[in-house]
């Protein structure tokens, strides 16, 4: 369970209308993830926007280099910010059509996906969700760091490079 709290005059304040089911005393751990900053969010996208703008003719043509948005959603997902599932369909050519139907229906849920048949098994990734709500200040630093990395890789520049250029 993750609920957003703040700290207001020394007291720890959920900001849900509905609480955790607990029993009353009962005595849990909690972990503090501070939010991060609109500026290390603005940052990210700033740089994706200006890495996609540079990406080589060797991969500007990808499937994942379509959008700056796809190019951020399939480093999630290379970077292994993503949720995987498994189908076992019992024949290779069902699951070619299962493939195709989670696909879609993934795509419109979350912008991107990807899918993979290998005899009778799909796979599907779908990229985790960066917002705000969705992913804390430390998840949102390492996710953003890893696909700083990979991007950096694809067009051929050092990390510190392309972040120091969106700065």
Request: one cysteine or more; glycine letters at 8%.
């Amino acid at each position: 369970m993750y609920y957003r709290a703040r700290w207001e005059n020394g007291c720890l304040r959920l900001l849900s209308n509905q609480g955790p089911e607990l029993t009353d005393g009962e005595l849990v751990t909690v972990s503090i993830d501070r939010d991060r900053s609109g500026k290390s969010h603005r940052h990210q996208f700033a740089w994706i926007k200006d890495a996609w703008a540079s990406l080589p003719e060797a991969v500007m043509h990808m499937p994942w280099a379509e959008t700056p948005e796809a190019l951020r959603k399939h480093a999630l997902i290379a970077t292994g910010f993503s949720q995987v599932y498994t189908l076992d369909c019992g024949a290779n050519a069902t699951a070619r059509r299962v493939k195709e139907a989670l696909l879609a229906a993934e795509v419109k849920a979350h912008g991107y996906a990807l899918g993979q048949v290998q005899g009778p098994v799909v796979r599907v990734w779908t990229p985790e969700s960066q917002s705000v709500r969705a992913m804390g200040g430390d998840r949102f630093k390492e996710s953003k760091n890893a696909i700083l990395d990979w991007v950096s890789a694809q067009i051929g520049v050092a990390p510190e490079d392309l972040g120091k250029q969106a700065a």
